[in-house]
C-alpha cells in the first residue's frame, strides 16, 4: 500500500510516477518536514558558485580530470564537508539514535534504502567530452550493512579520505574529477531531499522542468538531474497536502536503526 505521509527529508515518486503531483509537492515546506533547508540550500549554492568560477580557470573537459590545485581541494573539501552535514542531518531528524559524532560512511550508505541515492545521476552542463553524466551514488547499491564492505564506498569520497588524512601525499587526488563526483552527490543528496525547491523568498513555485532532455533541472538551476523511477508503489507517496493540513501534519521517521547497530542516546 502507498504510504499516506512522507518521511522526514525523503522526496519521492508519487503514485502517479511524478515528484510533483500537480501541487502535492508543498510537503516539502512544511515546517515539520525538515529543519531549515534553505540553510543547506544556500551553502550549495555558494559551491555552485565558486565551482563555475573555478571554471573561468580550469575548463570543464574530459582532458582537465586530473588536474589538481589548492583551489580544487578547497572546494572539493568543503563540498564533501557538506555533503556529510545533509547525511547527519537526515539521520538524526529522522531519530538515528547512533551519536551525530560516530556516524561515518558506513552510517551514511543506510540512506540510501530511504533515498534511492544510487538511482539518481547529474548532467553537467557545459561539459567537453564524454564524462558528461555522473552517478555519484552508484557504488552504494553494493553496500550490505552485515559485510561492511568496502567496494561500496564512492571513489571520490575515497580521495576525500585519504586528502584529509595525509593532504602532503595524497595532494593529487584533490583532481577536477573527484571534485565533480562529489558536486553532483550534494546535488543528488539535495534532490533526494528537496526535489527541485531552492526556498527562495520570493514566490513559492516549484519548477522542474527545462529542455527536453528527460531530465530535471537541478537546484541551482545549472546542473540537471534524473530522478529515480524504480520506486516500488508501496514505496511511493499517494497523500494529498490538504489532507496532511487537515490533518494536522504528519510526518514519518524512517527507521534507520533496524538496518544497523546504533547507541540509543538523544540526537
Not at 96 to 120: A, E
Not at 145 to 174: G, I, M
Not at 203 to 219: P, R
Not at 236 to 263: E, I
Request: aromatic share 16%; net charge negative; glycine share 4%.
Amino acid at each position: 500500500m502507498p504510504l499516506q505521509y512522507p518521511y522526514k527529508r525523503t522526496c519521492r515518486q508519487f503514485v502517479d510516477g511524478s515528484y510533483t503531483n500537480n501541487g502535492q509537492w508543498k510537503y516539502i515546506h512544511d515546517k515539520d518536514f525538515a529543519e531549515s533547508p534553505e540553510h543547506y540550500v544556500r551553502a550549495f549554492e555558494l559551491i555552485q558558485k565558486d565551482l563555475i568560477h573555478l571554471f573561468s580557470y580550469v575548463e570543464p573537459s574530459d582532458k582537465n580530470l586530473d588536474t589538481y590545485s589548492f583551489r580544487i581541494y578547497e572546494l572539493f573539501f568543503r563540498t564533501c564537508v557538506e555533503i556529510e552535514a545533509n547525511f547527519k542531518a537526515i539521520l538524526c531528524e529522522n531519530r538515528y539514535t547512533k551519536p551525530t559524532h560516530k556516524l561515518n560512511i558506513s552510517d551514511y550508505k543506510l540512506i540510501n534504502q530511504s533515498h534511492r541515492l544510487s538511482s539518481y545521476w547529474v548532467k553537467i552542463p557545459y561539459w567537453r567530452g564524454e564524462q558528461d553524466k555522473i552517478t555519484p551514488f552508484e557504488k552504494f547499491a553494493l553496500f550490505d550493512a552485515k559485510t561492511q564492505n568496502k567496494q561500496s564506498t564512492p571513489d571520490w569520497y575515497n580521495a576525500y579520505t585519504s586528502v584529509k588524512h595525509n593532504r602532503l601525499a595524497n595532494f593529487e587526488q584533490a583532481n577536477l574529477k573527484n571534485l565533480m563526483g562529489a558536486v553532483c552527490a550534494l546535488v543528488v543528496v539535495l534532490s533526494s531531499q528537496f526535489c527541485c525547491e531552492d526556498f527562495s523568498p520570493g514566490a513559492t513555485l516549484l519548477a522542474c522542468e527545462g529542455t527536453n532532455d528527460g531530465l530535471d533541472s537541478a537546484i541551482g538551476g545549472y546542473f540537471r538531474v534524473k530522478f529515480p523511477d524504480d520506486w516500488t508503489e508501496d514505496e511511493r507517496y499517494s497523500f494529498t497536502y490538504n489532507s496532511l493540513v487537515q490533518d494536522d501534519w504528519k510526518v514519518q521517521c524512517y527507521d534507520y536503526n533496524s538496518m544497523l547497530d546504533a547507541v540509543i542516546v538523544n540526537c
